[in-house]
Nanobody, 116 residues
C-alpha cells in the first residue's frame, strides 16, 4: 500500500515563499510521475506542477516562473517551492503519484493560506 504524506503548509504573507514536501512510502514502480494539485474553496482541484522520475516537469500557467517542482528519487520525495505567493494561491495542496498502468495515489493535503 502506497502512502503519501505532505508537509510544509501554513500561513504566509503575499510576496512570501513556502516549500512543500511529499514523501511516498510503500512498494511502487520507479517509473512514475509525482505532482502537486490544489483546490481552493468552492473551486475544482487543479494541476499545479508535475515531474517524472526522469526530471521532466510541467507547470500550470498560473504558477510558471514562481513555483519550482523537484524530486529526490532516492527518498521518493517531491518538493514544491513557491515564491512570490499571491492570495490566489490559497488552497489545499495535494500530492499525487501516478505509477504504471495509471494507478493513482493521493495525499490528504496540506493547507496553504496567503494573506494580503
Amino acid at each position: 500500500q502506497v502512502q503519501l504524506v505532505e508537509s510544509g503548509g501554513g500561513l504566509v504573507q503575499a510576496g512570501g515563499s513556502l516549500r512543500l514536501s511529499c514523501a511516498a512510502s510503500g512498494r511502487m514502480s520507479s517509473n512514475n510521475v509525482m505532482g502537486w494539485y490544489r483546490q481552493a474553496p468552492g473551486k475544482q482541484r487543479e494541476l499545479v506542477a508535475t515531474i517524472t522520475n526522469g526530471g521532466r516537469t510541467n507547470y500550470a500557467d498560473s504558477v510558471k516562473g514562481r513555483f519550482t517542482i523537484s524530486r529526490d528519487n532516492a527518498k521518493n520525495t517531491v518538493y514544491l517551492q513557491g515564491n512570490s505567493l499571491k492570495p490566489a494561491d490559497t488552497a489545499v495542496y495535494y500530492c499525487r503519484l501516478v505509477v504504471s498502468a495509471g494507478v493513482t495515489y493521493w495525499g490528504k493535503g496540506t493547507l496553504v493560506t496567503v494573506s494580503s
